[in-house]
């Protein structure tokens, strides 16, 4: 299995929040230690709102290419909808060479209408403008000339797109909440599919799981990679885990996450979301280590990705989490799954 981080670059939402000018290098920091320590792949997802520095993800990525040498770097998310499939090959292939072929992109459709309002999309064609988006640029990945035709831009009429990328074909992950639709659609594109777990029980993502692996045979695709992508963190001790992460969590989801209809969380019901039925993966090495064993019994996800990083965590807690998940968590995990299944060792894709 492997591990990584995924962050939005917080910044707190408080009056004695940290800026930008600051949190940013403090994530390159996070980014080389990830590297060091041995982490699979670290992602940077896009937001265009307040309590948040990661509007344009891919340019932090790159800079975080001349500061590593290993570890992969991708989106987590790119918001497709609202941007053009030409440009976001164009970008990733850039940082694909910056990377010396470490690059990476999920997509997504967008949680928010941030990105809709500042790009002059519309939500009136929320899945539509994400299907035609994505299976464009799954199309500008191959090596053949594209001549395509669309709703949503301009026609394009045997164009190659140049440079190519260092790898022999850029990774496309596309994330997935709750939806079947978007499982089964994840499946008929031939994508690595990324699970978002932020509520419910683990026992639920499982159909997802099994509809995106049924979407890939029935359409005639080889197996691609599964991941899951938790709210998660890990501290020497759980009560250390809980005193940093649980106030920072609920701040984040009773204010970001508010106007998506998410109920008020409590201090008890991060708790209990921490438990062995919930989707967080907080405490310490071992608990981490527990949960997301349980998560791959359910799921047998290639890779499993941890958002340390929310509201108010400090960067000398991440840098410690960071530090326990690569010297600790992730050698665990590796040899616990390393009998995994041929058709899991198959589905880790094109590297």
């Given at each position: 299995?492997?591990?990584?981080?995924?962050?939005?670059?917080?910044?707190?939402?408080?009056?004695?929040?940290?800026?930008?000018?600051?949190?940013?290098?403090?994530?390159?920091?996070?980014?080389?230690?990830?590297?060091?320590?041995?982490?699979?792949?670290?992602?940077?997802?896009?937001?265009?709102?307040?309590?948040?520095?990661?509007?344009?993800?891919?340019?932090?990525?790159?800079?975080?290419?001349?500061?590593?040498?290993?570890?992969?770097?991708?989106?987590?998310?790119?918001?497709?909808?609202?941007?053009?499939?030409?440009?976001?090959f164009?970008?990733?292939?850039?940082?694909?060479?910056?990377?010396?072929?470490?690059?990476?992109?999920?997509?997504?459709?967008?949680?928010?209408?941030?990105?809709?309002?500042?790009?002059?999309?519309?939500?009136?064609?929320?899945?539509?403008?994400?299907?035609?988006?994505l299976?464009?640029?799954?199309?500008?990945?191959?090596?053949?000339?594209?001549?395509?035709?669309?709703?949503?831009?301009?026609?394009?009429?045997?164009?190659?797109?140049?440079?190519?990328?260092?790898?022999?074909?850029?990774?496309?992950?596309?994330?997935?909440?709750?939806?079947?639709?978007s499982?089964?659609?994840?499946?008929?594109?031939?994508a690595?599919?990324?699970?978002?777990?932020?509520?419910?029980?683990?026992?639920?993502?499982?159909?997802?799981?099994?509809?995106?692996?049924?979407?890939?045979?029935?359409?005639?695709?080889?197996?691609?990679?599964?991941?899951?992508?938790?709210?998660?963190?890990?501290?020497?001790?759980?009560?250390?885990?809980?005193?940093?992460?649980?106030p920072?969590?609920?701040?984040?989801?009773?204010?970001t996450?508010?106007?998506?209809?998410?109920?008020?969380?409590?201090?008890?019901?991060?708790?209990?979301?921490?438990?062995?039925?919930?989707?967080?993966?907080?405490?310490?090495?071992?608990?981490?280590?527990?949960?997301?064993?349980?998560?791959?019994?359910?799921?047998?996800?290639?890779?499993?990705?941890?958002?340390?990083?929310?509201?108010?965590?400090?960067?000398?807690?991440?840098?410690?989490?960071?530090?326990?998940?690569?010297?600790?968590?992730?050698?665990?995990?590796r040899?616990?799954?390393?009998?995994?299944?041929?058709?899991?060792?198959?589905?880790?894709?094109?590297?």
């Open positions: 299995m492997e591990i990584g981080v995924f962050t939005f670059a917080d910044v707190a939402l408080g009056t004695d929040g940290i800026t930008p000018a600051r949190r940013i290098p403090e994530l390159i920091e996070e980014i080389a230690l990830a590297d060091e320590v041995g982490l699979d792949v670290f992602g940077i997802g896009e937001h265009h709102r307040v309590g948040y520095a990661a509007a344009a993800p891919v340019v932090l990525l790159a800079a975080a290419a001349a500061r590593t040498r290993r570890i992969r770097l991708t989106s987590a998310v790119t918001v497709l909808s609202t941007d053009d499939p030409v440009r976001v164009e970008q990733f292939t850039a940082l694909d060479h910056v990377s010396q072929g470490r690059a990476e992109v999920m997509l997504g459709r967008g949680a928010f209408p941030d990105s809709f309002r500042l790009f002059a999309e519309t939500t009136d064609d929320y899945d539509n403008l994400f299907d035609e988006k299976r464009l640029l799954l199309q500008l990945r191959g090596d053949a000339p594209v001549t395509w035709s669309g709703r949503y831009r301009p026609d394009l009429v045997e164009e190659h797109l140049y440079p190519r990328p260092t790898q022999a074909q850029l990774p496309v992950w596309v994330a997935v909440g709750g939806s079947p639709g499982a089964v659609r994840a499946g008929q594109v031939g690595a599919m990324g699970i978002v777990a932020l509520g419910g029980s683990p026992r639920r993502l499982a159909p997802l799981a099994e509809l995106h692996r049924q979407a890939l045979h029935q359409h005639g695709h080889a197996p691609q990679p599964l991941g899951l992508n938790l709210h998660g963190f890990v501290a020497d001790t759980s009560q250390k885990a809980i005193d940093v992460y649980g920072a969590e609920t701040e984040v989801m009773n204010t996450f508010a106007e998506r209809g998410f109920p008020p969380l409590t201090l008890d019901d991060f708790v209990a979301k921490t438990g062995p039925n919930g989707v967080y993966a907080v405490g310490s090495p071992g608990q981490v280590i527990d949960k997301i064993l349980t998560m791959h019994a359910l799921l047998g996800q290639q890779r499993t990705m941890l958002q340390l990083a929310v509201g108010t965590v400090s960067h000398r807690d991440l840098m410690r989490a960071i530090e326990l998940l690569g010297t600790q968590v992730a050698p665990a995990l040899a616990a799954t390393a009998g995994a299944t041929d058709r899991q060792e198959a589905a880790k894709g094109p590297r």
